[in-house]
């Protein structure tokens, strides 16, 4: 199976079947969702070999965050494009401090079908 183009961190199953559904009609793309940070580090090699990843910032009370995910994609000199998603004000504490990453993005739920489209556009392929 080749590797995924995108992979989408995200605690609402929902969302994770909505986003490969919405991901498949816009662009030819392999897309990996995971639930949890543990997930994500599981599927290391294909999550690595992905030139863009899609955390959510909130993965619930006392689990690893989505900020978490990020330091561990870091810390695995990972290359391709990161950005974040939140349901939460700006004032929350931890989009205040997604916000302060150098060269990150950070979008607000739900994600738009438009901004997805923009997103894979600018995926290399």
Not at 6 to 18: K, S
């Amino acid at each position: 199976m080749a590797h995924p183009g995108v992979v989408f961190l995200d605690d609402d199953e929902d969302l994770r079947d909505l986003f490969v559904d919405v991901v498949a009609l816009l662009a030819e793309r392999e897309c990996l969702t995971v639930g949890s940070v543990d997930e994500l580090v599981h599927n290391r090699k294909r999550v690595l070999d992905a030139g863009l990843v899609i955390l959510d910032i909130n993965l619930g009370p006392g689990l690893p965050s989505g900020l978490d995910a990020y330091k561990w994609l870091r810390e695995q000199n990972y290359r391709g494009r990161i950005v974040f998603l939140t349901g939460h004000a700006a004032s929350h504490p931890l989009v205040a401090e997604a916000r302060q990453l150098a060269g990150v993005r950070v979008y607000e739920k739900p994600l738009p079908v438009p901004t997805i489209a923009r997103l894979l556009e600018l995926e290399p392929h």
